[in-house]
């Protein structure tokens, strides 16, 4: 059953990160990106409080975003080499399509801020399944900038922060399954 693509169960098993800077031409048009995120949406949330964002960055705004990043680099480490900085203005322009996810808590509420932070990791996690359904692929991103409070600036504010940089596009080249834990590592049973 695992082997046949065409089941739910073997979908999800056949599901790769792709590194963002491998990916090419295609990405997901318009309508494609919108229901990609409509699934992304329908994901666990104590409360229905929606406490995640999705903010498109289209290639009109690739360079501006890279300009965001590079900047605030500079005024964290104003030592920083010509290499890091290069670095940084490359990570705005990977791959074909970009998302930046970001967790958005309801403060006044009383669901727990935990919980909400979980729920926007699941909306992360649910884009990339829907990713990967629609023949795509995604890779999830965090690195320098979704700590940086001058990036995050740039799509919000506290109490929100960057929950990931969500690339999409198509495989430069077949893409090779990882290692994966072994199950009798990360499983165990409960004995009370």
Not at 125 to 143: D, E, K, Q, S, Y
């Amino acid at each position: 059953m695992l082997n046949d693509r065409s089941t739910p169960l073997s979908l999800l098993a056949s599901r790769r990160s792709c590194r963002p800077r491998d990916m090419i031409a295609p990405g997901p048009d318009t309508a494609q990106l919108r229901a990609i995120l409509a699934i992304a949406a329908r994901t666990p949330d104590h409360g229905k409080l929606a406490p995640w964002r999705f903010v498109i960055v289209p290639d009109t705004a690739r360079a501006r975003l890279a300009a965001v990043i590079t900047t605030a680099y500079v005024a964290e480490r104003p030592e920083a080499a010509r290499l890091e900085l290069e670095a940084m203005a490359q990570f705005a322009h990977q791959a074909p399509a970009l998302v930046v996810v970001l967790s958005s808590p309801v403060t006044q509420s009383k669901i727990p801020l935990w919980e909400q932070q979980l729920s926007a990791g699941a909306a992360c996690m649910n884009l990339l399944h829907a990713v990967h359904a629609t023949g795509f692929v995604g890779g999830w991103l965090t690195g320098w900038p979704a700590y940086s409070e001058a990036v995050r600036d740039a799509f919000g504010a506290a109490p929100e922060h960057i929950a990931g940089f969500l690339f999409i596009g198509s495989p430069a080249h077949p893409l090779e399954d990882r290692t994966r834990p072994e199950l009798g590592h990360i499983i165990d049973e409960w004995q009370p």
